[in-house]
C-alpha cells in the first residue's frame, strides 16, 4: 500500500510499504477522505510539541471496513463506513478516571504520537469507529473536527436563552456555530476574512463583525443590549482575544478557550470576581463522537461548505504547501484517498 511519510521537518515521502493487519480489538480500514488542520501544519513543520519523525499524519478520517481481527464479534460490519475517533487515552490517569479522556494526561493522538491515517489502510481499535449511515466519505471525515465545536458547546453549557460571541470563524469556530445554533442560542461572529463572515452568516450567526475595520467591543455591547454575551468562545488563537473575552462577556457568563498558543496574555484579576467568570478551556471531544455523527448528519450541506479544497493522497505536501502559503484560502483541506478521489473535481472551491 502507499502511504505519506513525514520523514522531516517540510519533508513528506510517497512510500509503497507492506499493508498493516488488524490485531486483536482492531478492524483495518481502507481510508477515503483524510482532513488536514492547523496542527497538521505545526506537526509538518516541526513546531509541534509532541512532534517525532518519521511519522504518518492524518488525524480527521473515516474509511471502510474491510477486516477484523481474531475473535471480533461486535455490531461493526464488513463494508461499513466509519468515522475514526482519534484519541488513544491511558485509562487510568485522574481525568480518564472522571470521564475525561479527552484531556488524559499521556493522550496518544493517531497522526500525531501514533500513526495516522495518510495512507491507503490502517489498524484502528474497533472501540474507536462510529458508523456513519449514508454519510459520504467527505462528511464523514469531518465528524472530528465537528466533535470539537460540539464538545465546546457542551462546555460552555450552551442554551436557547443565549446570546453567544465566537471570536475565530475557521472549520472549528464554523462548528460551534452549527451546535450552538442547533441549541437555539443566537450568534454573533467575529473574524477578519469577509468569505468566513459571509458562511458562518449563510450558517446561521445573526450578527458578523469584520474585526479588520469594525469596532467589535462597541459591536457586541449594543447587540447584548449592553449585558455583554452570556458564552465566548475563542477559536483563534491570538492571546489578546482572551483578553478581548474577559473585558465582554457578560457578569456571571462563561468564556470557552479553543484556540492553541504558546503565548502568554495578561488579564485583570479583578474581573474574574467582579463577573464570577467561568473561564474554561475545551479539547477533543469526551464521549460524544456519536452525537457529532448526528449533528453532520442533520447538517450535511453547512458542513460540506466547510470545505475548502480537495487534493489526492499522492499530492498530500502540496496541499501542506498550499495551506501554508495561503491561509487565508485554505479552510478545511481533504486529502481524498482511492475510490474517493477518482471522479470528484480536485482542488475545486466547495
Ligand atoms: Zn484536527
Ligand atoms: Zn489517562
Known amino acids: ?74 455490531p461493526l460490519r464488513i463494508g461499513q463506513r466509519v468515522a475514526v475517533e482519534p484519541l488513544v487515552p491511558c485509562g487510568s490517569c485522574y481525568p480518564c478516571r472522571h470521564g475525561r479522556p479527552n484531556c488524559c494526561t499521556r493522550l496518544a493522538v493517531l497522526g500525531a504520537h501514533r500513526r495516522g491515517a495518510l495512507a491507503e489502510l490502517i489498524a484502528v481499535r474497533t472501540t474507536s469507529l462510529y458508523p456513519v449511515g449514508d454519510l459520504d466519505a467527505e462528511l464523514a471525515a469531518l465528524v472530528e473536527p465537528v466533535s470539537i465545536g460540539l464538545h465546546a458547546v457542551i462546555r460552555g453549557q450552551v442554551t436557547a436563552e443565549d446570546r453567544v460571541v465566537i471570536f475565530g470563524a475557521g472549520p472549528i469556530g464554523q462548528a460551534v456555530l452549527l451546535a450552538a445554533r442547533e441549541r437555539g442560542a443566537q450568534v454573533l461572529v467575529v473574524d477578519k476574512l469577509e468569505r468566513r463572515l459571509a458562511l458562518a452568516h449563510r450558517l446561521g450567526a445573526e450578527v458578523v ?70 473561564v474554561l478551556g475545551s479539547r477533543n471531544n469526551a464521549g460524544i463522537f456519536a452525537q457529532a455523527v448526528e449533528l453532520v448528519q442533520r447538517q450535511r450541506a453547512a458542513v460540506r461548505a466547510l470545505i475548502s479544497h480537495r487534493f489526492p493522497l499522492e499530492e498530500t505536501p502540496r496541499a501542506l504547501a498550499f495551506a501554508l502559503e495561503h491561509p487565508t484560502e485554505a479552510e478545511k483541506v481533504l486529502i481524498l484517498v482511492g475510490p474517493a478521489a477518482t471522479g470528484q473535481a480536485l482542488n475545486q472551491q466547495a
Open 209 to 278: 463583525i469584520n474585526a479588520s475595520h469594525e469596532d467589535v467591543a462597541a459591536a457586541v455591547l449594543s447587540w447584548t443590549d449592553g449585558d455583554g454575551p452570556a458564552v465566548i468562545f475563542e477559536a483563534t488563537g491570538v492571546p489578546a482575544v482572551i483578553r478581548q473575552a474577559v473585558e465582554l462577556v457578560a457578569s456571571a457568563g462563561r468564556i470557552v478557550i479553543i484556540g492553541l498558543s504558546n503565548q502568554e496574555v495578561s488579564l485583570p484579576v479583578v474581573e474574574f470576581t467582579r463577573k464570577e467568570l467561568t
Open 1 to 74: 500500500m502507499r502511504a505519506v511519510v513525514t520523514v522531516a521537518p517540510q519533508q513528506m515521502e510517497l512510500v509503497e510499504e507492506a499493508a498493516p493487519i488488524a490485531g486483536p480489538g482492531e478492524a483495518l480500514l481502507r481510508v477515503e477522505a483524510v482532513g488536514l488542520c492547523g496542527s497538521d501544519l505545526h506537526l509538518y513543520l516541526g513546531d509541534h510539541p509532541y512532534v517525532t519523525y518519521p511519522q504518518v499524519q492524518g488525524h480527521e478520517f473515516c474509511g471502510t471496513i474491510l477486516a477484523f481481527g481474531e475473535g471480533y464479534s461486535g
